[in-house]
């Protein structure tokens, strides 16, 4: 799905009293660190070699080369899934604006700014109710946002973020102490 093009003709001023009433930074989740990235290839190219040297002793060394290639294309491959993580999602929600930054991960920012009066989070729901998107529609614009999380965080971010969204729209409160 194409997301619609930065767009801040709508903003409301910004208030230097503005609390934060919600922020988040959602980023991938990777399971390895780029040091157990390299230890996973470490491992897997000593088993590589491991196995080809019978290869090499009874005169197949060919085979020995799919060995390396093996381990070529898991480098590219753990090298390619660390660059996609270097993207994040940044949203930022206070009393009069709302914010949303998403930088892919070439490092190009999209951003947005929504009137949190005017602004619903839409849940998109699969048929078997399993929630599919996460989209802040705002005057006809929409964004969706927390796509890199699962099903389970997703739906509590949605909780989080609707609830914080009903506070801005109940406008300021004042303290009276």
């Known amino acids: ?3 619609p093009a930065p767009h ?3 903003l409301c001023a910004a208030h230097h009293d503005d609390p934060v009433l919600f922020s988040a930074v959602l ?3 990777r399971s390895l660190t780029p040091q157990g990235i390299r230890l996973v290839i470490g491992l897997v190219a000593i088993a590589g070699l491991i196995a080809a040297i019978p290869f090499v002793i009874f005169g197949f060394w060919p085979v020995a080369g799919f060995y390396g290639l ?3 294309l898991l480098y590219w491959a753990f090298r390619t899934n660390m660059t996609a993580a270097k993207s994040y999602e940044s949203i930022i929600l206070s009393q009069y604006h709302l914010d949303i930054k998403k930088v892919a ?3 190009i920012p999209q951003n947005w700014r929504f009137n949190p009066v005017w602004t619903t989070l839409n849940k998109d729901v699969m048929t078997d109710q399993t929630l599919k998107h996460l989209r802040l529609v705002s005057k ?3 964004v969706i946002i927390a796509d890199c999380l699962n099903t389970d965080d997703k739906t509590d971010f949605g909780k989080a973020l609707q609830s914080a969204l009903a506070t801005a729209k109940r406008g300021p409160v004042f303290d009276h102490d």
């Open 140 to 142: 006809g614009e929409s």
């Open 70 to 72: 093996d381990i070529a």
């Open 8 to 10: 801040s003709s709508r």
């Open 105 to 107: 991960y070439d490092g």
């Open 27 to 29: 980023r991938p989740h």
């Open 1 to 3: 799905m194409t997301l």
